[in-house]
């Protein structure tokens, strides 16, 4: 069986164990299936009866996007581990995006071949929610040093085929040199099909840039010049890149900067227009008429500031937006303020419990205003208030069940930092 590319695949990550520790395994499996909504390959559940082992494990760990390796004494000694590992190896080496999660469920020595590899800790067996936060920050490949609520960010339009990306790679690491945050679709989203989506990804960008391929006989990416047409529409600043035997609309071929990647080697005229042009977008970029982050509205008492200090950095994380509260505003009318957040938000998620009558008026305002709105409550099912009977509420019934739930609903909103992958 050829592996798909990894963001093609069904699992986002096997898990790897031994079965003496079923147990705590089980809770790391339950959390990240059915609270987070991540699908794991997991043997007590796709691994019929009847199977041979050396078989199907091979083939089950390149339907996975990463490996979690539960690390305890025996699973250490079993020799699982490490051949497990080794095949995880084999698909980092050739996927980059392939990522390897050891999980160490008892205070063992990690074995040598991880002595490089950061860990996380688990050594109660409890799945805290700082663990469980742990674990999704190793699923998603973030840089924490890219502030999303202070950077400029442009849309990048490019391809990622292997054999056509050079160009493309080298004009993203000289925007990133330029101090831009470069921001695309993920991968593994609905696209076009999804009508206004990628519409609305570049309307809350200050600007676009489109790296055309050379296709053969003048062809390019339909898709591309289409995301061109977008930002033209919407006014953003734009920059044009296109390899010399691109066949383009005059309008279009008309801004485009023609380079190839042999090109940028040098620093010759080619390079200097480039660089001029990037110079050009960074001055023209203006802040986006409609900037995308997320409110989350939600009880912020002193007992909840740990517990909403890592909701809020999971939903940056995932989303590659920020994460805004009403605990955030300090100054002007607050009340005035914290509508007029509500009101241009991409997102609200508002924990509903019936003791912060806030977090209620909150929500009925973005219901109110036609933003998207999911809703969060504490405890066991029960009916909601009366003006959100017609709204799916999600219950919990702990603040790492909560950190899962939270996961799901963001996943579907979020999108792409190009570069972490750059750095990478």
């Given at each position: ?150 950077s400029r960010d442009v849309y990048v339009s490019r391809t990622w085929h292997e054999n056509e990306s050079r160009l493309a790679d080298q004009v993203c690491r000289m925007l990133v040199e330029s101090g ?245």
């Amino acid at each position: 069986m050829d592996p798909l590319p990894v963001h093609k695949r069904k699992f986002h990550a096997f898990l790897s164990h031994a079965h003496v520790d079923k147990g705590v395994v089980d809770r790391i499996d339950c959390w990240l299936n059915e609270s987070a909504g991540i699908p794991v390959w997991y043997d007590a559940r796709n691994l019929a009866g009847s199977a041979l082992i050396g078989t199907k494990l091979p083939e089950a760990i390149i339907q996975c996007r990463a490996m979690i390796l539960a690390l305890s004494k025996a699973s250490i000694d079993s020799g699982w581990v490490e051949e497990e590992y080794n095949a995880a190896i084999g698909q980092r080496t050739q996927f980059r995006e392939y990522r390897i999660i050891p999980i160490r469920l008892e205070n063992c020595p990690a074995p040598y071949f991880l002595t490089t590899t950061k860990w996380i800790d688990m050594l109660d067996g409890n799945l805290a929610i700082g663990v469980a936060d742990e674990i999704l920050a190793s699923l998603y490949n973030v840089d924490t040093s890219l502030d999303a609520s202070h950077s400029r960010d442009v849309y990048v339009s490019r391809t990622w085929h292997e054999n056509e990306s050079r160009l493309a790679d080298q004009v993203c690491r000289m925007l990133v040199e330029s101090g831009l945050r470069l921001i695309g679709d993920s991968k593994d989203q609905a696209g076009f099909e999804e009508g206004h989506r990628v519409s609305s990804i570049i309307a809350s960008c200050g600007g676009c840039v489109a790296i055309l391929p050379d296709r053969g006989q003048g062809a390019t990416s339909k898709y591309m010049l289409k995301e061109i047409a977008i930002a033209r529409d919407q006014g953003l600043p734009l920059l044009v890149v296109a390899e010399p035997g691109v066949e383009l609309p005059p309008d279009i071929a008309s801004l485009a900067i023609r380079i190839t990647a042999e090109d940028l080697q040098q620093t010759g005229s080619h390079h200097a227009a480039l660089r001029n042009g990037i110079e050009t977008l960074a001055e023209e970029w203006a802040s986006p008429a409609e900037p995308h982050y997320i409110f989350f509205a939600a009880n912020f008492d002193g007992e909840f500031k740990e517990r909403n200090r890592f909701l809020r950095q999971a939903i940056a994380r995932i989303t590659a937006m920020p994460c805004v509260m009403g605990d955030d505003i300090r100054q002007g009318q607050i009340q005035q303020v914290i509508t007029g957040l509500l009101r241009r938000a991409l997102v609200v998620i508002a924990d509903i419990n019936e003791e912060n009558i806030n977090t209620c008026i909150e929500a009925g305002v973005a219901l109110g205003a036609g933003r998207r709105l999911h809703l969060i409550a504490a405890g066991p099912r029960r009916r909601p208030p009366f003006m959100f009977r017609d709204q799916q509420v999600w219950h919990y019934a702990n603040e790492t069940e909560l950190l899962g739930t939270v996961h799901r609903i963001a996943c579907i909103y979020r999108r792409r930092v190009l570069n972490c992958e750059l750095r990478s």
